[in-house]
């Protein structure tokens, strides 16, 4: 199956739910299924599930979801243990291995010689996982874990994808970079949900109700 099938297949689940996504032609995928403020793209590799944790943990009320890669999990394997030990009941991890390190010319990951992420993952204490190697199993999997307490961890067994030939010939990604996504995100985050992003603290002004100045 392709990533951009299984995409296109959860898109349709998912409203204002921030998803925070990996490098490459995940970002584009992802953009042209579901555009929105919503999104933070390419969070870098091996940092993407560190980043959804933490807006998970500060976000209680909202599913976030991480599109990562297996290149990216096998880079950082600790953040599976922080984010297990975490247990953040709001987090969807979605792994999207093909078993190779796609943008840089497809040399293989270890994933294609034995190593089982959903295994490590098991063995690092997530205990609600899953495995899909059909887009009708990932999108009941993914389903699943929109419904019910987490961490949820769903790993999708997926080609190489053929980048833009994948998308419609007619469309192209925004022109938006990284640092305009950033600030649309956090304005998307302080408007929908609340969250204090970009809005100075309070000691930014000289004053502090939480320390005691100097009399």
Same mark, same amino acid.
């Given at each position: 199956?392709?990533?951009?099938?299984?995409?296109?297949?959860?898109?349709?689940?998912?409203?204002?739910?921030?998803?925070?996504?990996?490098?490459?032609?995940? $970002?584009?995928?992802? =953009? %042209?299924?579901?555009?929105?403020?919503?999104? *933070?793209?390419?969070? @870098?590799?091996?940092? &993407?599930?560190?980043?959804?944790?933490?807006?998970?943990?500060?976000?209680?009320?909202?599913?976030?979801?991480?599109?990562?890669?297996?290149?990216?999990?096998?880079?950082?394997?600790?953040?599976?243990?922080?984010?297990?030990?975490?247990?953040?009941?709001?987090?969807?991890?979605?792994?999207?291995?093909?078993?190779?390190?796609?943008?840089?010319?497809?040399?293989?990951?270890?994933?294609?010689?034995?190593?089982?992420?959903?295994?490590?993952?098991?063995?690092?204490?997530?205990?609600?996982?899953?495995?899909? $190697?059909?887009?009708? =199993? %990932?999108?009941?999997?993914?389903?699943?874990? *929109?419904?019910?307490? @987490?961490?949820?961890? &769903?790993?999708?067994?997926?080609?190489?994808?053929?980048?833009?030939?994948?998308?419609?010939?007619?469309?192209?990604?925004?022109?938006?970079?990284?640092?305009?996504?950033?600030?649309?995100?956090?304005?998307?985050?302080?408007?929908?949900?609340?969250?204090?992003?970009?809005?100075?603290?309070?000691?930014?002004?000289?004053?502090?109700?939480?320390?005691?100045?100097?009399?």
């Amino acid at each position: 199956m392709k990533r951009l099938e299984c995409l296109m297949a959860i898109g349709p689940m998912l409203t204002d739910e921030p998803v925070i996504t990996n490098i490459g032609p995940t $970002r584009a995928e992802w =953009e %042209f299924v579901r555009p929105s403020d919503a999104n *933070l793209y390419q969070a @870098g590799l091996g940092n &993407v599930l560190p980043v959804s944790l933490g807006i998970a943990l500060c976000l209680e009320k909202s599913k976030v979801v991480a599109l990562d890669g297996d290149g990216s999990i096998l880079l950082f394997p600790g953040a599976l243990a922080t984010a297990a030990s975490q247990a953040a009941p709001n987090l969807l991890l979605i792994v999207f291995d093909n078993e190779a390190y796609e943008s840089t010319g497809g040399q293989a990951t270890a994933t294609g010689r034995g190593t089982d992420l959903e295994a490590v993952a098991r063995g690092f204490g997530w205990s609600k996982t899953a495995t899909a $190697r059909t887009v009708e =199993e %990932f999108a009941e999997a993914v389903r699943c874990a *929109l419904c019910e307490d @987490g961490p949820h961890m &769903v790993v999708a067994k997926v080609q190489i994808a053929g980048g833009r030939k994948d998308l419609p010939a007619d469309w192209r990604p925004s022109s938006m970079d990284g640092k305009e996504n950033k600030y649309r995100f956090a304005r998307y985050m302080e408007a929908v949900w609340g969250r204090n992003v970009l809005r100075g603290p309070e000691y930014a002004s000289g004053h502090s109700p939480h320390v005691k100045r100097k009399q």
